[in-house]
Protein backbone atom coordinates (compact mmCIF):
# COMPACT_ATOMS: atom_id res chain seq x y z
CA UNK A 1 0.00 0.00 0.00
CA UNK A 2 1.85 2.63 -1.62
CA UNK A 3 2.38 5.95 0.95
CA UNK A 4 2.98 8.23 -2.06
CA UNK A 5 2.50 7.20 -5.43
CA UNK A 6 2.96 8.96 -8.66
CA UNK A 7 2.53 7.97 -12.28
CA UNK A 8 4.07 7.83 -14.66
CA UNK A 9 7.56 6.31 -13.92
CA UNK A 10 8.84 6.85 -16.88
CA UNK A 11 8.08 9.62 -19.42
CA UNK A 12 9.75 10.52 -23.00
CA UNK A 13 8.17 12.91 -24.60
CA UNK A 14 9.03 15.56 -27.51
CA UNK A 15 10.25 18.97 -27.08
CA UNK A 16 7.17 21.70 -27.40
CA UNK A 17 4.80 18.44 -25.79
CA UNK A 18 2.44 19.60 -22.92
CA UNK A 19 2.70 16.36 -20.12
CA UNK A 20 1.46 16.02 -16.56
CA UNK A 21 2.51 13.71 -13.62
CA UNK A 22 0.27 12.85 -11.10
CA UNK A 23 0.93 12.04 -7.63
CA UNK A 24 -1.33 10.82 -4.82
CA UNK A 25 -0.75 10.52 -0.89
CA UNK A 26 -2.89 7.71 1.50
CA UNK A 27 -1.44 9.02 4.57
CA UNK A 28 -3.65 12.09 5.49
CA UNK A 29 -0.71 14.89 5.00
CA UNK A 30 -1.24 18.52 5.14
CA UNK A 31 1.40 19.51 2.47
CA UNK A 32 2.17 18.47 -0.85
CA UNK A 33 5.44 19.12 -2.78
CA UNK A 34 7.34 18.95 -5.90
CA UNK A 35 11.12 18.15 -6.36
CA UNK A 36 13.18 18.07 -9.15
CA UNK A 37 16.98 16.05 -9.59
CA UNK A 38 18.90 17.46 -12.08
CA UNK A 39 21.35 15.47 -13.84
CA UNK A 40 24.43 16.37 -10.85
CA UNK A 41 21.62 14.35 -8.87
CA UNK A 42 20.71 17.84 -6.58
CA UNK A 43 17.70 17.56 -5.11
CA UNK A 44 15.67 21.12 -5.42
CA UNK A 45 12.04 21.92 -4.06
CA UNK A 46 10.00 23.12 -6.88
CA UNK A 47 6.63 23.54 -5.07
CA UNK A 48 4.75 23.43 -1.56
CA UNK A 49 0.75 23.02 -1.63
CA UNK A 50 -0.71 23.52 2.14
CA UNK A 51 -4.38 24.41 2.49
CA UNK A 52 -4.59 25.70 -0.65
CA UNK A 53 -1.52 28.31 -0.32
CA UNK A 54 0.77 27.55 -3.32
CA UNK A 55 4.82 28.59 -2.41
CA UNK A 56 6.87 28.67 -5.77
CA UNK A 57 10.06 28.20 -5.99
CA UNK A 58 10.96 31.59 -7.73
CA UNK A 59 13.64 29.66 -9.95
CA UNK A 60 10.82 27.64 -11.62
CA UNK A 61 9.57 28.65 -15.08
CA UNK A 62 6.35 29.51 -15.56
CA UNK A 63 5.76 26.55 -17.56
CA UNK A 64 5.59 24.17 -14.49
CA UNK A 65 1.99 24.15 -13.02
CA UNK A 66 0.78 22.40 -10.32
CA UNK A 67 -2.72 21.35 -9.66
CA UNK A 68 -4.37 19.98 -6.77
CA UNK A 69 -7.87 18.47 -6.58
CA UNK A 70 -8.34 17.65 -3.52
CA UNK A 71 -5.70 17.54 -0.58
CA UNK A 72 -4.54 13.91 -1.33
CA UNK A 73 -3.81 14.88 -4.83
CA UNK A 74 -0.77 17.53 -6.28
CA UNK A 75 -0.43 17.24 -10.22
CA UNK A 76 2.62 19.25 -12.14
CA UNK A 77 1.67 20.23 -15.29
CA UNK A 78 4.55 21.20 -17.80
CA UNK A 79 3.92 23.07 -21.05
CA UNK A 80 6.02 23.53 -23.90
CA UNK A 81 8.62 21.10 -22.90
CA UNK A 82 12.87 21.80 -23.35
CA UNK A 83 15.50 19.70 -23.59
CA UNK A 84 16.53 21.03 -20.33
CA UNK A 85 13.46 20.12 -18.37
CA UNK A 86 14.84 16.24 -18.41
CA UNK A 87 15.32 15.29 -15.16
CA UNK A 88 13.71 12.95 -12.55
CA UNK A 89 10.34 14.72 -10.62
CA UNK A 90 9.32 13.58 -6.98
CA UNK A 91 6.40 14.26 -5.36
CA UNK A 92 6.25 14.38 -1.28
CA UNK A 93 4.03 15.38 1.16
CA UNK A 94 4.84 16.15 4.89
CA UNK A 95 2.63 16.07 7.92
CA UNK A 96 4.03 18.14 11.19
CA UNK A 97 2.75 16.91 14.83
CA UNK A 98 4.71 17.86 18.09
CA UNK A 99 7.80 18.93 17.00
CA UNK A 100 8.40 16.28 14.87
CA UNK A 101 8.27 16.73 10.86
CA UNK A 102 6.94 13.62 8.80
CA UNK A 103 8.38 13.79 5.15
CA UNK A 104 7.36 10.94 2.59
CA UNK A 105 8.62 10.89 -1.05
CA UNK A 106 7.23 9.18 -4.40
CA UNK A 107 9.52 6.97 -6.35
CA UNK A 108 10.14 9.48 -8.48
CA UNK A 109 8.88 10.02 -12.26
CA UNK A 110 12.00 10.17 -14.66
CA UNK A 111 11.43 12.75 -17.66
CA UNK A 112 13.07 12.66 -21.02
CA UNK A 113 12.63 14.99 -23.23
CA UNK A 114 13.99 14.50 -26.72
CA UNK B 1 24.46 29.25 -2.71
CA UNK B 2 24.25 25.85 -1.22
CA UNK B 3 22.80 25.90 1.80
CA UNK B 4 23.02 22.37 2.53
CA UNK B 5 26.93 20.91 2.06
CA UNK B 6 27.90 17.15 1.92
CA UNK B 7 31.42 17.39 0.90
CA UNK B 8 32.25 14.13 0.42
CA UNK B 9 30.58 12.85 -2.57
CA UNK B 10 31.38 9.26 -2.05
CA UNK B 11 32.59 6.93 1.55
CA UNK B 12 33.75 3.38 1.26
CA UNK B 13 33.23 1.51 4.43
CA UNK B 14 34.77 -2.27 5.42
CA UNK B 15 31.47 -4.41 6.40
CA UNK B 16 30.89 -4.24 10.44
CA UNK B 17 33.17 -0.69 10.58
CA UNK B 18 31.21 2.17 11.69
CA UNK B 19 30.09 4.67 8.52
CA UNK B 20 30.20 8.57 9.33
CA UNK B 21 28.61 10.39 7.09
CA UNK B 22 29.16 14.28 7.74
CA UNK B 23 26.48 17.25 6.74
CA UNK B 24 26.93 21.33 6.83
CA UNK B 25 24.35 24.34 6.78
CA UNK B 26 25.33 27.45 6.37
CA UNK B 27 21.32 28.76 7.03
CA UNK B 28 20.72 29.54 10.98
CA UNK B 29 17.28 29.61 10.78
CA UNK B 30 17.30 25.71 10.08
CA UNK B 31 15.66 23.68 13.35
CA UNK B 32 14.92 20.66 12.12
CA UNK B 33 17.53 17.98 10.03
CA UNK B 34 16.60 14.77 8.37
CA UNK B 35 18.80 12.10 6.48
CA UNK B 36 17.37 10.73 3.63
CA UNK B 37 18.61 6.79 2.00
CA UNK B 38 17.69 6.45 -1.56
CA UNK B 39 18.73 3.34 -4.05
CA UNK B 40 18.76 3.99 -7.58
CA UNK B 41 14.97 4.30 -9.31
CA UNK B 42 13.72 4.97 -5.76
CA UNK B 43 12.34 7.96 -3.89
CA UNK B 44 14.46 9.04 -0.98
CA UNK B 45 13.20 7.47 1.91
CA UNK B 46 13.49 8.83 5.55
CA UNK B 47 16.08 7.16 7.74
CA UNK B 48 16.37 9.45 10.61
CA UNK B 49 15.96 12.85 11.85
CA UNK B 50 16.88 15.46 14.98
CA UNK B 51 15.22 18.96 15.98
CA UNK B 52 18.03 21.61 16.97
CA UNK B 53 16.48 21.27 20.63
CA UNK B 54 18.34 17.93 20.80
CA UNK B 55 22.20 17.15 20.11
CA UNK B 56 21.88 13.54 19.62
CA UNK B 57 19.05 11.06 18.25
CA UNK B 58 19.58 7.56 17.93
CA UNK B 59 17.72 5.03 16.04
CA UNK B 60 18.48 1.00 16.21
CA UNK B 61 22.26 1.01 14.07
CA UNK B 62 21.53 4.24 13.21
CA UNK B 63 22.83 8.04 15.20
CA UNK B 64 22.41 11.53 14.24
CA UNK B 65 24.71 14.45 15.84
CA UNK B 66 24.06 17.81 15.59
CA UNK B 67 26.55 20.82 16.76
CA UNK B 68 24.83 23.83 16.33
CA UNK B 69 27.48 26.04 16.56
CA UNK B 70 29.57 24.51 14.29
CA UNK B 71 26.23 24.07 11.91
CA UNK B 72 27.34 20.68 11.49
CA UNK B 73 25.94 17.56 11.59
CA UNK B 74 26.61 13.48 11.38
CA UNK B 75 25.11 10.14 10.37
CA UNK B 76 26.73 7.60 12.40
CA UNK B 77 25.56 3.51 11.10
CA UNK B 78 27.21 1.00 13.31
CA UNK B 79 27.79 -1.61 12.20
CA UNK B 80 27.60 -1.18 8.47
CA UNK B 81 25.76 -3.81 6.54
CA UNK B 82 26.10 -4.14 2.46
CA UNK B 83 22.35 -3.48 2.79
CA UNK B 84 23.47 0.59 3.68
CA UNK B 85 25.45 0.82 0.61
CA UNK B 86 23.42 3.92 -1.19
CA UNK B 87 23.67 7.42 -1.64
CA UNK B 88 22.45 9.56 1.54
CA UNK B 89 21.06 12.74 1.68
CA UNK B 90 21.28 15.08 4.25
CA UNK B 91 18.33 17.99 5.00
CA UNK B 92 16.97 20.46 6.76
CA UNK B 93 13.70 22.62 7.40
CA UNK B 94 13.54 26.36 8.46
CA UNK B 95 10.40 26.38 11.50
CA UNK B 96 6.89 24.96 10.38
CA UNK B 97 4.91 27.99 9.37
CA UNK B 98 1.83 25.92 10.09
CA UNK B 99 0.49 27.45 6.63
CA UNK B 100 2.91 26.44 3.18
CA UNK B 101 6.18 24.89 3.92
CA UNK B 102 9.02 25.97 2.30
CA UNK B 103 10.07 22.15 2.02
CA UNK B 104 13.41 20.62 2.93
CA UNK B 105 16.83 21.99 1.51
CA UNK B 106 18.79 18.92 0.42
CA UNK B 107 22.51 18.00 -0.03
CA UNK B 108 24.50 16.83 -2.73
CA UNK B 109 24.27 13.19 -1.24
CA UNK B 110 27.33 10.93 -0.39
CA UNK B 111 27.29 7.33 -2.31
CA UNK B 112 28.28 4.89 0.69
CA UNK B 113 29.75 2.07 -0.46
CA UNK B 114 29.73 -0.64 1.95
CA UNK B 115 32.62 -3.66 1.08
CA UNK B 116 32.63 -7.14 2.11
Known amino acids: DTAVSQTPKYLVTQMGNDKSIKCEQNLGHDTMYWYKQDSKKFLKIMFSYNNKELIINETVPNRFSPKSPDKAHLNLHINSLELGDSAVYFC?????????????FGSGTRLTVV | DQQVKQNSPSLSVQEGRISILNCDYT??????FLWYKKYPAEGPTFLISISSIKDKNEDGRFTVFLNKSAKHLSLHIVPSQPGDSAVYFC???????????????FGKGTHLIIQP
Open chain 2, 91 to 105: AASEPYSGGGADGLT
Open chain 1, 92 to 104: ASSHFNRGVYGYT
Open chain 2, 27 to 32: NSMFDY
